[in-house]
C-alpha cells in the first residue's frame, strides 16, 4: 500500500511559478514509477509527466515541456513538479499518481498507475 499526498496548490498569476510535490508513505518509494496528471474544470483528466522509479527517465506532455520540472528526492520520498511560465490553461487539479514497476522507464498514462492522490489546485489568473 503507498499513500500519495499531493500539495503546493494555489492561485498564481499568468507567467508566475509554482511547485507541486507529491508526498508518498507506506511503501518502498523507490520501487513505484510516479507520474503526475491533471484535469481542467470540464476536461477529462490527462497525463503530463512521469518520472521512473530512480530517476533516471523523465517525459513530458507537449503542453507542458519545457515550462514544467519533475524531480523525485529518495531521502524524503518525495515527488516534486516545477511548473514555470504558468498560463491561464494551466488551471487543473493536479494528481499524482504511483506505478509499482521494475522499469527504468516510465509512463503517464492512466494505465497501471496502482495508487492515486486527491489532488491539488492549481489556479492560474490575473
Known amino acids: 500500500q503507498l499513500e500519495l499526498v499531493e500539495s503546493g496548490g494555489g492561485l498564481v498569476q499568468p507567467g508566475g511559478s509554482l511547485r507541486l510535490s507529491c508526498a508518498t508513505s507506506g511503501s518502498a518509494f523507490d520501487t513505484f514509477a510516479i507520474g503526475w496528471f491533471r484535469q481542467a474544470p470540464g476536461k477529462e483528466r490527462e497525463g503530463i509527466s512521469c518520472i521512473s522509479r530512480r530517476g533516471g527517465t523523465q517525459k513530458y506532455a507537449v503542453s507542458v515541456k519545457g515550462r514544467f520540472t519533475i524531480s523525485r528526492d529518495r531521502a524524503k520520498s518525495t515527488v516534486y513538479l516545477q511548473m514555470n511560465n504558468l498560463k491561464p490553461e494551466d488551471t487543473a487539479v493536479y494528481y499524482c499518481?504511483?506505478?509499482?514497476?521494475?522499469?527504468?522507464?516510465?509512463?503517464?498514462?492512466?494505465?497501471?498507475?496502482?495508487?492515486w492522490g486527491k489532488g491539488t489546485l492549481v489556479t492560474v489568473s490575473s
Open positions: 499518481a504511483a506505478d509499482r514497476t521494475y522499469s527504468s522507464d516510465c509512463g503517464y498514462g492512466e494505465v497501471g498507475m496502482e495508487y
